[in-house]
């Protein structure tokens, strides 16, 4: 990782650099974005998974709820600047 953001970072000042890499502690969802969106598709599959008669079609709401859905949850902004939502 260290050797990827060198090359992407180059020689610029760090107010310069494309990307920064942001430690999270490993077991602390209430820091990790992602862990919201896992809730969020969690949430929807167990609303909607019971209309379903095959496991195929779960799979395709999972797929549709994590992939065609704008995510913007306040942690995502809480390290500094995020370009887009999630």
């Not at 949430?43 to 019971?50: E, T």
């Not at 496991?55 to 995510?71: A, E, M, Y």
Request: aromatic share 14%.
């Amino acid at each position: 990782m260290k050797e990827f953001l060198s090359q992407l970072n180059g020689e610029r000042p760090q107010e310069e650099w494309k990307m920064t890499l942001v430690r999270l502690a490993p077991n602390a969802p209430e820091q990790n974005p992602v862990e919201d969106v896992w809730l969020q598709a969690k949430q929807f599959i167990r609303k909607y998974a019971r209309m379903c008669t095959k496991f195929k079609s779960v799979k395709l709401l999972f797929g549709l709820v994590t992939h065609l859905q704008t995510f913007a949850f306040p942690k995502a902004f809480m390290y500094g600047y995020c370009s887009c939502p999630i």
